[in-house]
């Protein structure tokens, strides 16, 4: 099995320019998470998707960022505009099952915001 | 402070010393998870751990839950240079929040110089 595939690895942008990350989560699996990840906030989780439904999106900031699932086996998250505070390392992960079972994380994309 | 804090936030041991790192939090919880994450990697899931259940076992790891107290322990025994990474653990406290996702602690960055 590949895991979790997330695309672009690393992503630098300019302030203001909209960016778009993307995840295809491990086949059979149907809970899918994206995480932030900072040295001051630590992880975050921003959005779960439990069969392609978002169930939990109190995480996500504000609405410069969305996230969609079209299928079982791709999900985005778009931040536009970006900004400089946005800069983090951004983690897609899945599970066969719901939030509470193990999570495979994918390889994160750092995006630098400046 | 959060819920699922580590401590210590540093150590570091000899290869072959045990290592033992403590997580605390303040809800009841269904499941507590610990993550071993590598530089500039994807968080790992080593371990799970219900609340009817107070130790587990996992090749050279072997965690304990005390609910009473609101606590767990990690313990990594034989310590190689290979199990140099940070590590966190995650609470489901769905029970008492509502809030479905894991709540991951700041983690503990340990260091095994061979």
């Known amino acids: 099995d590949a895991g979790v595939i997330q695309s672009p690895r690393h992503e630098v942008t300019e302030m203001g320019q909209e960016v778009t990350l993307r995840c295809k989560p491990i086949s059979g699996h149907n809970s899918l998470f994206w995480y932030r990840q900072t040295m001051m906030r630590g992880l975050e989780l921003l959005i779960y998707?439990?069969?392609?439904?978002?169930?939990?999106d109190s995480g996500m900031p504000e609405d410069r960022f969305s996230a969609k699932m079209p299928n079982a086996s791709f999900s985005t998250l778009k931040i536009q505009p970006s900004e400089p505070r946005d800069s983090a390392v951004y983690f897609c992960?899945?599970?066969?099952?719901?939030?509470?079972?193990?999570?495979?994380f994918g390889p994160g994309t750092r995006l630098t915001v400046t | 402070s959060q819920q699922g804090e580590e401590d210590p936030q540093a150590l570091s041991i000899q290869e072959g010393e045990n290592a033992t790192m403590n997580c605390s939090y303040k809800?009841?919880?269904?499941?507590l998870q610990w993550y071993r994450q590598n530089s500039g990697r994807g968080l790992v899931h080593l371990i799970l751990?219900?609340?009817?259940?107070r130790e587990k076992h996992s090749g050279r790891l072997r965690v304990t839950l005390d609910t009473s107290k609101k606590s767990s322990s990690l313990l990594i025994t034989a310590s190689r240079a290979a199990d140099t990474a940070s590590y966190f653990c995650?609470?489901?406290?769905?029970?008492?929040?509502?809030?479905?996702?894991?709540?991951f602690g700041s983690g503990t960055r340990l260091q095994v110089q061979p």
């Open positions: 992960a899945s599970s066969f099952g719901d939030f509470s079972y193990e999570q495979y």
């Open positions: 809800t009841s919880i269904n499941n």
């Open positions: 751990i219900r609340s009817n259940e």
């Open positions: 995650a609470t489901d406290a769905s029970r008492d929040t509502g809030r479905r996702a894991l709540t």
């Open positions: 998707f439990n069969n392609n439904v978002p169930i939990d």
